[in-house]
Nanobody, 123 residues
């Protein structure tokens, strides 16, 4: 099970750090993606970290502003979001690839999405 947290309301230019914590399995064994869905829009991939240790991939809109990191001891992946913009407003969720996949990005998200965490950026 994955649980995303850390969202909130922030002014444009501000920062937030989201957490994605796994229970019941080791997160480092999988490729991990952050996704977001804005109201009325399709869910989009924000970042993806393969299990090989390669640098994460980021969608163009967040490059240079968002950074993925992890804490294996806490079985948690983080999404540091800096210089937030109103267009970053969305529900953010994390997902892994399937246990049958190869741990390489991009991923086909496996399992249910859960509630996600709301990020609202005011102008």
């Amino acid at each position: 099970q994955l649980q995303a947290s850390g969202g909130g309301l922030v002014q444009a230019g501000g920062s937030l750090r989201l957490s994605c914590t796994a229970s019941g399995f080791t997160l480092d064994d999988y490729a991990i993606g952050w996704f977001r869905q804005a109201p009325g829009k399709e869910r989009e991939a924000v970042s993806c970290q393969s299990n090989s240790g390669d640098s994460p991939d980021y969608t163009e809109a967040v490059k240079g502003r968002f950074t993925v990191s992890s804490d294996d001891a806490k079985n948690t992946v983080y999404l540091q979001m800096n210089n937030l913009k109103p267009e970053d407003t969305a529900v953010y969720s994390c997902a892994t690839d399937s246990p049958l996949d190869d741990g390489i990005c991009p991923i086909k998200p496996f399992g249910s999405w859960g509630q996600g965490t709301q990020v609202t950026v005011s102008s």
